[in-house]
């Protein structure tokens, strides 16, 4: 038996783990792309939980990198990147649920090379940026276009990268607030996240009816922390299988792995990201693993572990996970209501 | 001969300084506050460069907590705080342009004790909060009804503050995102300044056409930082005069008075938000000034004046200032084009 | 009367505000500078408290920098930087008392042009440094030679400031650690507070036996941040007043003036500098002012004053101030034993 | 052949890899432990390059902290926590050299339960402390004891742990400050980081004539960022091999296991400690084993990985680090001279 039958997606979601309907969102279908995730735009999808979706996504700079010596001052204009597909209306969503996204797969699209990779003015962890603002010369501005195969990331001719994906934005609507796709924050958003690839379900709270999910932001592979700004950011086809689990009140996005869970905070500065990741994960084993709060709090002081998805974006984020062989059986009682 | 005359709303706006129409948006012209700021609101008023508005402002409260018994945390709902008036739309803003808010006056409005403070739980700079996240219990929450009037702020027995007002929240919108009312960013927002006060002059980039003018959030008097989370929130009466200055390109807000020339930055750590501050002051030095910006970075270090708005909110807002006595006169090039 | 008369220093001081003898620190008795604050040095100086001493201060630079095409790289060593006048051990100080110093003048030494500012390469706040590595040039290495007199500070051709000293590193030695003097702490070190200047008060919380006043870094003037990273650094002659209140703990230093009482927190991220300046002086109001604790951090945001010392050194300082005017009487019991 | 021998510490120390004698630094020899790691201490040992010592290592409290009733607030005393073993003078070690520190096995000492976890009021990353300042109640002050042996941490009927042991707190002597054995920065000190475990070997710059090696705070089991504030802390029998490598100028320290290069840093907040790694590590493929440095921040970008090591103590610790097999070998001129 996968472990996926025990997972939290399976075990309280609507759908039980029984798959529906797979549709496919194609550029095509999606027409224009979005850079902000808000309550304010039209849908270009509606399905059941349970659905499978298979999602053509855009590479972060909507594909306009083609060549090494395009310049991304020239090619991209804020606050118009980061393209998401979406809003999927999500049937019987409403604030106080979450919906699940599991990522069946992640595969590259279009032609060799694929990946692109830049040094962007004043982004990137070890420069001026806007927000830190300094009177210091921008760095190069830099364009590496890379080839990406399902096997492998060929970033140089002396390094060859394994090919890891996983999805860097991922999120439901925030209830009133329309935020650009370069920020992630508790609606869930650009957190950059090398967990959340293939096998990884992603739990994101409902705020308003319908859920309204975006997704976007492909890299074939991330290091901790994305410290020059961007991955290997390329266009894909990836499978997500979506669910709704009812009456699933959380305050920040959520992961679950075959070994691990996960809460997930986006702050500056960085601690307050990691204190937001780890204080949910010791609410969340009190709430519904039956761990008294304090007692939590120091056994993770043991056995925690900090995923530094990026500190890059407008808000930086951090995961906060634990080895589920500690955690025994969920409650009984949060698997009705938690 | 007013400083007002040689301010730059009144050198370089479109209306010259000449007062347009007055204008009166009442509560009942406004009907529905709003709790974003962004593009997809309906506009209440329209008028033209120059006008004046009558604008009648809840209280960050919308006027729920009317005793020092009422609980916010039982009357307040996140995230629909901090009402908003607007958006007015000045006829010609455009993207890359300026609209210039002087605040004429600011008086109190409805009954006494007309104001407001309270401890919210997890609110303010000395607790934990949702962003900085902590295990601790909240504060205790409290409420205080202030008697005010236009001169004093009666805040106890034993201490009586002077009657000096500013509005909390000012903004234009942002060209695509529609942020909440309590977070302050580079289109302005919940900055919280007390130099916001009467006979200030705010300058605000506009992003979206017709610029989207919201406003609200009257204090009758803050500290520096604000720190309990809240001022002596109240109903006001809020007369503001209006220009538009074509083709001036500015990143941040920027505040002029009669003795000083400030600019604002709103950022995570505080550090960050006075960074931006300093940059862009620096870079307006140099820019419109003809200070050499070597110069006008090392005088700042001798000369510069720095004002904590808050470092409570989402963001927290700094400002760095500069007597004007050091300045000198304008470039006569940017009068024309900056 | 003087309002020195009602001071802290004055009412519950050893001396009583009576003064002692009046001793000389001039450069040749100092013979070698200090550049860490600790109790593993040895004392140049023993006073009683009520006593006077006139001090001859260094330039932050030693002097160093002479000429403005001398670059501080070359001729500047880290971490013999900020020279300290001192130890000067206090009679009857011990560990759980206060040292109060106030300043009576600052007058420049030297010969025209006195006065030095320089941006070195890597410090200062607006660019990268060591603490906030980056990967960008550093900024221009420029020395900036300034005239100075007891009335004005001759910045340029341009701008001409007012003469308004302070001294920038004021402390007394930690208990077991032996800390640089750049970097300012709890025991206080290079604070760079502007309020420091004549006239001022500052208590400074006694670790060990004899309390260890270190003394160094005068400023001809400075704005608030120290944006460049330095100020107008010159060699002066400082008369300094120091007494000794017995049995005064306090965790941070503090400072009063005429009008106002300021307790100073320093740290990074300069959020935390605000908090611990806040926090401090919330309690003080309370344990010494007979406010409760909640009404102090209520009022104080209505009225609290924040001043940025420094966001350049290892630690950042802010002071939070209340003014005198709403406190009424100390505390009866205070006076004795607080 | 083992990885060892193409370590760095073989490669370019002065012993190359011969071990020469070993010492025992029993708590007897110790004597007087230490809580400063500073210049102004006397020597315990002097060794050789290529030698080993056996340290017998006191935990984090002392051993103050016997039963689950005992009260940290009441048996310890600040500043004199975490004690230090030390300090050991290296032959030959020079300021610009490089002291190796191999860790050859960590084991516990003493009769069970010989773990110690705390939550000590005020102290940890989910509360207000001394630097984050805030009118919140502590947290409660709780003592666990806990039965570690060579296989495993038994952390409650519920939850056992693997045994993974490391040296919190390691460090050579900053050049004139005396540093307070709580914090970590460039000279080394309370890194806590889980990778300073047996096998790896950790790279410390010499700034004084001797280096002067401290080392103590094993922890039985650790987890990322030590949230709660402690670890599981013991007394240890530590088993060092020291190495001195002659003329490598670095500025933080640096860990080397038989997988990965790690450079370490330390500040507040916590993003500037991680820019100090990545930067270092940068330069350091730069430098040292060839790559372009943008090749290297771009590279980083998609296969660095992070470890916060703690976020807790008055500066927090992280490592950035890169795989080896990405590395290829090292530049010929850097063995020889760096």
Sequence with gaps: MSWLENSIMYTRGVAQGKQGETHELTTERQGKFHYT?????????????????????????????????????????MPFLNPQNGPIMIAGAEKGDV???????????????????????????????????MLTDPLPEITRKIHVDEKHVHWSDRVTLPYQPHIGTLSLSPEIDSINSLTPDNHGGNMDLP?????????????????????GDAHACQ???EVCGTAVEFESTTTIHVE??????IDWPRLETES?????????????ATRIAYCELILWLEKEYGFDRWDAYMMLSQCGKVRLGNF???KYSVGAAIDKKYLGPV????????
């Design 99 to 133: 919906v699940a996204v599991r990522i069946e797969s992640i595969l590259p699209r279009g032609e060799n090379p694929r990946g692109t990779c830049c040094m962007i003015p004043r982004f990137g962890a070890l420069t001026g940026t806007d927000l830190t603002a």
């Design 331 to 338: 409650l009984a009682s949060s698997k009705v209501l938690s």
């Design 312 to 314: 890059v974006d407008p």
């Design 223 to 225: 290091g901790d922390g």
């Design 260 to 272: 691990m869970l996960m809460a997930i905070g986006s702050a500056r500065p960085l601690e307050d």
């Design 244 to 249: 709704l689990i009812k009456n699933w009140s």
């Design 37 to 77: 995730m808000g309550p304010y735009s039209d849908p270009v999808l509606h399905i059941q939980p349970g659905d499978r979706v298979i999602v053509e996504t855009s590479d972060a700079f909507e594909g306009k990198i083609k060549h090494e010596h395009d310049r991304p001052s020239q090619l991209l204009r």
């Design 195 to 215: 967990d959340m690839g293939p096998g990884s379900i992603t739990y994101l709270p409902v705020r308003s009816a319908g859920g309204r999910l975006f997704i």
